[in-house]
């Protein structure tokens, strides 16, 4: 059975330069259960007398905790549920911290018909500064 209202957009519906973005202020908790859960235990993160010793002076967040707004933007968001991810580049401009809020932004850039895919532009920023920069490549359904 077919579930149309559980779906995002359809190849057909996309134009080049539609965006979507969303926020997220990380906090402690986010921090920690991100560590937990991904098994990233680097002190660099969670042990602030060893991160103040280093070029960043205290803890950052972890760098694919804030890329997975990215994926949460395109998954729910721009094309939305039903798509699939294909590919992502991640280019991490400067760090976050905790206590900062992060935008992500996704952009359509490129569409290639036929194959039902969609290149978008993806950025994270904090306080107007990009601080992950990348593309993602994305198979999106077709209304057939």
């Avoid at 395109?74 to 911290?97: D, E, H, N, W």
């Avoid at 039902?116 to 993602?136: F, H, P, S």
């Amino acid at each position: 059975m077919n579930y149309p209202e559980l779906y995002g957009y359809t190849f057909e519906q996309l134009k080049v330069g539609m965006a979507a973005t969303m926020s997220r202020t990380i906090t402690e908790t986010d921090l920690r259960n991100f560590s937990g859960v991904s098994g990233d235990t680097n002190p660099m993160h969670l042990n602030e007398e060893f991160a103040k010793k280093t070029v960043f002076g205290g803890c950052i967040v972890h760098g694919m905790l804030t890329a997975s707004l990215i994926s949460a933007v395109i998954g729910t968001k721009l094309p939305g549920p039903g798509c699939i991810y294909m590919s992502q580049t991640l280019k991490f401009m400067a760090p976050v911290r905790v206590g900062d809020t992060v935008y992500a932004i996704a952009t359509i850039k490129e569409l290639t018909p036929g194959k039902n895919r969609a290149l978008l532009d993806t950025k994270c920023y904090v306080k107007g500064e990009v601080v992950i920069d990348g593309e993602a490549l994305i198979k999106v359904p077709s209304k057939e």
